[in-house]
């Protein structure tokens, strides 16, 4: 594919796909400012309706993937046109279409789109959450998008036990 005449979005898509982020800073740093970035981020689809995040976890491309998350103004959950997916139902796909010995590999793409604030309570077209299409063998994916789920629908009633500075060991101990 060449450079010359290529459009932005055209580039944008392309550098999803194939995980190329040379490409990426190019593109990012002719578009100027933030604002232009971000609404190149937000608007730019391809030919199914899918994001810039949805043909980047599709793919696996996580070091563009990671690049676009530190954008400011990034909408990190936009539902696809096909199948109403987010990009987290996304990589959840990308994952299971891995072999069974790459999927620790693989789940670093969701596990980035989680960090970065995905909702995994979000349900597409067929009503189901990222979890709920995760291949059932893959018990480490399940529960690292069951732990999410629960952070977001606990908020701030989540307790960090690792911070608990009370006295330590048992109550029989005390004489």
């Given at each position: 594919m060449s450079d010359d005449g290529a459009s932005p979005r055209e580039l944008l898509l392309e550098a999803c796909r194939r995980n190329n982020t040379s490409l990426l800073t190019d593109l990012l740093k002719s578009l100027g400012s933030a604002e232009?970035?971000?609404?190149?981020?937000?608007?730019?689809?391809?030919?199914?309706?899918?994001f810039c995040l949805h043909v980047a976890a599709?793919?696996?491309?996580?070091?563009?993937?990671?690049?676009?998350?530190d954008q400011e103004g990034l909408e990190v959950d936009p539902v696809d046109r096909?199948?109403?997916d987010t990009p987290l139902h996304k990589a959840v796909r990308f994952v299971n279409g891995l072999g069974m010995e790459e999927w620790?590999?693989?789940?670093?793409?969701v596990e980035?789109?989680?960090d970065a604030g995905a909702d995994p309570r979000t349900r597409n077209k067929a009503k189901l959450k990222p979890f709920e299409l995760v291949d059932p063998r893959n018990?480490?994916?399940r529960k690292t998008l069951q732990k999410a789920e629960f952070a977001m629908?606990?908020?701030d009633d989540v307790v960090d036990n690792d911070e608990d500075e009370g006295p330590t060991g048992s109550?029989?101990?005390s004489e």
């Open positions: 232009n970035v971000a609404r190149l981020l937000n608007t730019a689809t391809d030919g199914v309706g899918g599709s793919y696996g491309s996580y070091e563009v993937l990671d690049m676009l998350l096909l199948e109403r620790e590999a693989g789940a670093v793409i980035l789109l989680l018990t480490e994916l629908m606990a908020g109550a029989s101990d």
